[in-house]
């Protein structure tokens, strides 16, 4: 079992930055893939990124491409998502989500354990 837990959430304005943290340490394993991805009031999960275990390009979402980053420490225990040049329409609560598994994938029925999530909301 893992249990993600995100952080960094919070209130900014158009333009801004937030990082968002995640952490999947304490588990009995340690996941080979950690993705993000949002819900926003009214409209279904959607992926944002994803990063591997052992490197390899990370995933991106065509919508936030350019815009975000995600990266990792070593051990994958620690998955940030830098978020840049926020946008309204990035309002939504954002989702850890670990895979036992590598994946190269946008399809959040592939990943295995969610974190609560953390609320993100810009303002005009």
């Known amino acids: 079992q893992v249990q993600p837990v995100e952080s960094g959430g919070g209130l900014v304005q158009t333009g801004g930055s937030l990082r968002l943290s995640c952490v999947t340490s304490?588990?009995?394993?340690?996941?080979?893939?950690v993705g993000w991805f949002r819900q926003a009031p009214g409209k279904t999960r959607e992926f944002v990124a994803a990063?591997?275990?052992?490197?390899?390009?990370?995933l991106y979402a065509e919508i936030v491409k350019g815009r975000f980053t995600i990266s990792r420490d070593n051990a994958l225990t620690t998955v940030f998502l830098q978020m840049n040049n926020l946008k309204v329409e990035d309002t939504a609560v954002y989702y850890c989500?670990?895979?036992?598994?590598?994946?190269?994938?946008?399809?959040?029925?592939?990943?295995?354990?969610w974190g609560p999530g953390t609320q993100v909301t810009v303002s005009s």
């Open positions: 989500a670990a895979a036992r598994e590598f994946l190269r994938s946008s399809q959040a029925d592939r990943y295995d354990y």
């Open positions: 304490g588990g009995t394993f340690t996941p080979r893939t």
């Open positions: 990063t591997t275990l052992g490197g390899g390009s990370p």
